[in-house]
């Protein structure tokens, strides 16, 4: 069974931290990993990351890939309280157009 | 404006009624996807379609049913057999092809009476 692990499920950081959110999957025939930052409704798209080891960089978010090891991590460098969301993992499998979800890690940025 | 627009915002159901949520989208998109969201989970496919008039279950299809008569709609439908509905109802599209990402609605929030 495919299978798409985010951790830390939750986590409060202070505006100005620098936080790191982690994915990791066991999937057969993987493809892409996208990452998703949810605020209150719609999932609004992040990056999308195919190769392993070249980052993905925006403002101040940045993703990388690690196929060998099966993860991909988030980071988010001075963070502030507009970076307060769910974050979403979800990997689209080769031959497929369905992604398949992690649980999110749910971040909260305190003033 | 280009978009994914899910109406209505929030809808309730009473014991045993079916109802129907609304999934637009004026983007071109081939392909169409439900998902549902519950507290503390990610999200979870319930249907999706390919094409105009063809479309398959997701994980948790069980419960649900949809149609998709024109490329622009996909409704879902919440049947009186799904015991547990309440949840947000996400509707996504996408350019059919592998490269490609998912664009979400805003949202349709489901509560039982």
């Given amino acids: ?111 | 404006d280009g978009g994914i627009t899910q109406s209505p915002k929030y809808l309730f159901r009473k014991e045993g009624q079916n109802v129907t949520l609304s999934c637009e989208q004026n983007l071109n998109h081939d392909a169409m996807y439900w998902y549902r969201q519950d507290p503390g989970q990610g999200l979870r496919l319930i249907y999706y379609s390919q094409i105009v008039n063809d479309f398959q279950k997701g994980d948790i299809a069980e419960g649900y049913s949809v149609s998709r008569e024109k490329k622009e709609s996909f409704p879902l439908t919440v049947t009186s057999a799904q015991k547990n509905p309440t949840a947000f109802y996400l509707c996504a599209s996408k350019v059919e092809g592998f490269q490609e990402t998912q664009y979400f609605g805003p949202g349709t929030r489901l509560l039982v009476l």
């Fill in chain 1, 1 to 111: 069974e495919d299978k798409v692990v985010q951790s830390p499920l939750s986590l409060v950081v202070h505006e100005g931290d620098t936080v790191t959110l982690n994915c990791s999957y066991e999937v057969t025939n993987f493809r892409s990993l996208l990452w998703y930052k949810q605020e209150k409704k719609a999932p609004t798209f992040l990056f999308m990351l195919t190769s392993s080891g070249i980052e993905k960089k925006s403002g101040r978010l940045s993703s990388i890939l690690d196929k060998k090891e099966l993860f991909s991590i988030l980071n988010i460098t001075a963070t502030q309280t507009g970076d307060s969301a769910i974050y979403l993992c979800a990997v689209l499998l080769s031959g497929y157009s369905t992604l398949t979800f992690g649980k999110g890690t749910m971040l909260l940025v305190s003033p």
